[in-house]
Nanobody
Framework: QVQLVESGGGLVEAGGSLRLSCAASGQTFDDYFMGWFRQAPGKEREFVAAISWWSGGTYYADSMKGRFTISRTNPKNTVWLQMNTLKPEDTAVYYC???????????????WGQGTQVTVSS
């Protein structure tokens, strides 16, 4: 049974940093792309970043490029999202997800975590 478990969310002041983690288990993810999405109240879920598990290639939404960094730790099957210079508009529930396709579309992702809340105060 595939499980994606996020952690690391919390309350931070604007300009601060947080590091989210996603622990993946239940199968081999070597062929997968791992993505981070976020959803703010009243808004659609949006793509944040993705990483190819086997190559380490990374992909970012334009608005996050330069502030957010996605990475993975192969032996521990963990995906990280380092978020710097956080803004109040980054407040959202952040989700980890997995897909076999290189995609920015949430509908292409087969597995999802439960999400972790990130709140950025002004």
């Amino acid at each position: 049974q595939v499980q994606l478990v996020e952690s690391g969310g919390g309350l931070v002041e604007a300009g601060g940093s947080l590091r989210l983690s996603c622990a993946a288990s239940g199968q081999t993810f070597d062929d997968y792309f791992m993505g981070w999405f976020r959803q703010a109240p009243g808004k659609e879920r949006e793509f944040v970043a993705a990483i190819s598990w086997w190559s380490g290639g990374t992909y970012y939404a334009d608005s996050m490029k330069g502030r957010f960094t996605i990475s993975r730790t192969n032996p521990k099957n963990t995906v990280w999202l380092q978020m710097n210079t956080l803004k109040p508009e980054d407040t959202a529930v952040y989700y980890c997800a997995a897909t076999l396709r290189n995609s920015r579309k949430s509908g292409d992702y087969n597995y999802w975590g439960q999400g972790t809340q990130v709140t950025v105060s002004s």
